[in-house]
C-alpha cells in the first residue's frame, strides 16, 4: 500500500478505533528494502513507524529472511534450496532458502545488521521478530556435508553408526561417513536411524540457522527481546530445543473452526492441547498469539466464516490458555497474489463497516479491561 498514502493513514484510524497497540512490519519486505542488490530503501518504513507511535501504535519488526529478492536467486543459486530428488529450486515461494548457504547468511547478515542499527533505539520497536515460520529440508550439497559432519560428531565411528542403524541388514553398511546420503525416494528410505537423525539434523542446522540471526540482533540491541513464530504442532522441527535461544514463545493459530470432521468440542480441544504446547516451551512466562484470523483462512480444504461471537471465544481461549497477545494476520486484506483471499480485520470493502470489524474493536476494548492479567 505504500502508493497508497491515504490508505496507511485510514488504517491508523481503524487501528485506533480497534484497540490495536502493536502492529508487525517487515516480514517479507526484502524486495522493497534492497530491491537491487546494494541499493536499500528504507525511508518508507521511517515514515510507517513514526506515525504508529506518534499514535500510540508499537512495532514488532521482523527480519525479512523468510523470502529473498529474485535478484539474489539469480546471481547465487546456492541460496535455493535442492528437493528430496536432487532438484535445486528456481526463484519462487518463500521459506525455501538453504540453512547452510554461506552467501545467505552474509546477505542476511548484512540486512539485519542495517536493521538493527537503523531501528534499534526507536522506541516504538519492542520486539524482533525473527524470519517467519522457519521450516522445511534442504538436500543441497552444503546440508549433505553438514549432515554428515554432525554424524561424525554424533557417532565417532562409522562402526559405532553400522551399530546403532543396524545397517548389515539387508547388506546397507557404510565404511565412511562421505558415502552416507539423506534418506530421499531415490535412494535409502529403509534405515530407520537414518531417517530419525535426518530429523534430528534438520532440527540442528535449522536451530544453528536461527541461532546465527539472533546473535546479530543482541549484539547490536541487547535489549530487545527476540522471537519467532513457530506453527501449532509442527511435525518438521522440534521446538523444543529451539526454544531456549527464544526471549519470548509465539506461534500462529488457525483452527478450522466450523469444519464438518469433528464437533466444535473437539476443535477447541485439539487448539488449548497446542496452546499448552507453546506455553510449556516456556512455563514461567506467557507466550504470544502472533497470528490469528478474525474471520477466514485462505487454504483449508473448506474455508469457512467464523460464525458471530466465535472470534471472541476463541481469542479468549488463547487469553486463558496463556497468551499475553492476540494478534492478527492480517490488517488489510491484499489487493492480489497468493493470500488475497485470506481474512483480515479490515475486508476488501475497506471500512469498518462490516461484522468482523465490529467484534475485533469489541475484542480489543475487552482486552485493556483484562490488562491485569498481563504477563
Same mark, same amino acid.
Given at each position: 500500500?505504500l &502508493?497508497?498514502?491515504?490508505i496507511?493513514?485510514?488504517?491508523? *484510524?481503524?487501528?485506533?478505533?480497534?484497540g490495536?497497540?502493536? =502492529?508487525?512490519?517487515?516480514?517479507?519486505? #526484502?524486495s522493497?528494502?534492497?530491491?537491487?542488490?546494494?541499493?536499500?530503501?528504507?525511508?518508507? @518504513?521511517?515514515?510507517?513507524?513514526?506515525?504508529?507511535y506518534?499514535?500510540g501504535?508499537?512495532v514488532?519488526?521482523a527480519?525479512?529472511?523468510?523470502?529473498?529478492?529474485?535478484w539474489m536467486d539469480?546471481?547465487?543459486?546456492?541460496?535455493?534450496?535442492?528437493?528430496?530428488?536432487?532438484?535445486?529450486?528456481t526463484?519462487?515461494?518463500?521459506h525455501?532458502h538453504?540453512? %547452510?548457504?554461506? =552467501?545467505y547468511?552474509q546477505k542476511?547478515?548484512?540486512? &539485519?545488521?542495517? @536493521?538493527?542499527?537503523?531501528?534499534?533505539?526507536?522506541?516504538?520497536?519492542?520486539l524482533?521478530h525473527?524470519?517467519?515460520? /522457519?521450516?522445511?529440508?534442504?538436500?543441497?550439497?552444503l546440508?549433505?556435508?553438514?549432515?554428515?559432519?554432525?554424524l561424525?560428531?554424533?557417532?565417532?565411528? $562409522? &562402526?559405532r /553408526?553400522?551399530?546403532q542403524?543396524?545397517?548389515?541388514?539387508?547388506s546397507?553398511?557404510f565404511?565412511d561417513?562421505?558415502?552416507?546420503?539423506?534418506?530421499?525416494?531415490? !535412494?535409502?528410505?529403509? $534405515?530407520?536411524?537414518?531417517?530419525?537423525?535426518?530429523k534430528?539434523?534438520?532440527?540442528?542446522? +535449522?536451530? &544453528?540457522?536461527?541461532?546465527?540471526?539472533?546473535?546479530?540482533?543482541? *549484539?547490536?540491541?541487547?535489549d530487545i527481546?527476540?522471537?519467532?513464530?513457530?506453527?501449532?504442532?509442527?511435525? !518438521?522441527?522440534?521446538?523444543?530445543?529451539?526454544?531456549?535461544?527464544?526471549?519470548? $514463545? %509465539?506461534?500462529?493459530?488457525?483452527?478450522?473452526?466450523?469444519?464438518?470432521k469433528?464437533?466444535?468440542?473437539?476443535?477447541?480441544?485439539?487448539?488449548?492441547?497446542?496452546?499448552?504446547?507453546?506455553?510449556s516451551?516456556k512455563?514461567?512466562?506467557?507466550?504470544?498469539? +502472533? *497470528?490469528?484470523v478474525?474471520?477466514?483462512?485462505?487454504?483449508?480444504?473448506a474455508?469457512?466464516?467464523?460464525?458471530?461471537?466465535m472470534?471472541?471465544?476463541t481469542? +479468549?481461549q488463547? =487469553?486463558?490458555?496463556?497468551?499475553?497477545s492476540? @494478534?492478527y494476520?492480517? #490488517?488489510?486484506?491484499s489487493?492480489?497474489?497468493?493470500?488475497?483471499?485470506? !481474512?483480515?480485520?479490515?475486508?476488501h470493502l475497506?471500512?469498518?463497516?462490516?461484522r468482523?470489524?465490529r467484534?475485533?474493536?469489541?475484542?480489543?476494548? *475487552?482486552?485493556?479491561?483484562? %490488562?491485569?492479567?498481563?504477563?
Amino acid at each position: 500500500w505504500l &502508493d497508497r498514502p491515504d490508505i496507511l493513514e485510514k488504517d491508523i *484510524e481503524y487501528m485506533k478505533k480497534a484497540g490495536v497497540n502493536t =502492529v508487525t512490519l517487515g516480514v517479507f519486505s #526484502w524486495s522493497v528494502y534492497e530491491p537491487r542488490e546494494g541499493a536499500y530503501y528504507f525511508e518508507w @518504513l521511517d515514515k510507517i513507524i513514526d506515525r504508529l507511535y506518534e499514535n500510540g501504535i508499537y512495532v514488532i519488526l521482523a527480519t525479512p529472511s523468510g523470502a529473498r529478492p529474485v535478484w539474489m536467486d539469480l546471481k547465487y543459486p546456492e541460496v535455493m534450496r535442492v528437493n528430496e530428488m536432487g532438484v535445486r529450486n528456481t526463484h519462487g515461494l518463500r521459506h525455501n532458502h538453504c540453512m %547452510s548457504s554461506p =552467501v545467505y547468511r552474509q546477505k542476511v547478515a548484512q540486512m &539485519d545488521e542495517l @536493521l538493527a542499527r537503523r531501528y534499534g533505539s526507536h522506541p516504538a520497536v519492542i520486539l524482533w521478530h525473527v524470519s517467519n515460520e /522457519l521450516g522445511g529440508v534442504c538436500y543441497c550439497p552444503l546440508c549433505v556435508e553438514r549432515f554428515r559432519s554432525w554424524l561424525k560428531r554424533k557417532y565417532k565411528t $562409522i &562402526d559405532r /553408526l553400522n551399530q546403532q542403524w543396524w545397517t548389515t541388514f539387508w547388506s546397507h553398511r557404510f565404511s565412511d561417513f562421505d558415502q552416507i546420503d539423506p534418506p530421499t525416494p531415490r !535412494g535409502e528410505g529403509s $534405515i530407520h536411524g537414518l531417517h530419525l537423525d535426518w530429523k534430528r539434523f534438520t532440527t540442528w542446522n +535449522m536451530n &544453528d540457522y536461527m541461532k546465527f540471526e539472533i546473535k546479530i540482533l543482541r *549484539e547490536i540491541t541487547p535489549d530487545i527481546p527476540i522471537t519467532t513464530n513457530f506453527m501449532h504442532v509442527y511435525k !518438521g522441527l522440534d521446538y523444543h530445543e529451539m526454544a531456549p535461544e527464544l526471549d519470548i $514463545i %509465539s506461534w500462529d493459530s488457525y483452527p478450522a473452526w466450523g469444519n464438518d470432521k469433528e464437533t466444535l468440542t473437539d476443535t477447541f480441544l485439539h487448539t488449548a492441547f497446542e496452546h499448552a504446547v507453546m506455553r510449556s516451551l516456556k512455563p514461567d512466562q506467557p507466550y504470544l498469539l +502472533m *497470528e490469528s484470523v478474525p474471520s477466514i483462512v485462505n487454504w483449508h480444504p473448506a474455508n469457512r466464516q467464523k460464525r458471530p461471537g466465535m472470534h471472541r471465544l476463541t481469542s +479468549m481461549q488463547a =487469553v486463558a490458555c496463556g497468551s499475553d497477545s492476540i @494478534l492478527y494476520f492480517q #490488517w488489510r486484506k491484499s489487493r492480489g497474489s497468493f493470500e488475497q483471499y485470506h !481474512g483480515a480485520v479490515i475486508d476488501h470493502l475497506g471500512t469498518d463497516h462490516t461484522r468482523v470489524f465490529r467484534e475485533v474493536a469489541q475484542l480489543g476494548q *475487552e482486552l485493556k479491561e483484562l %490488562s491485569q492479567i498481563q504477563g
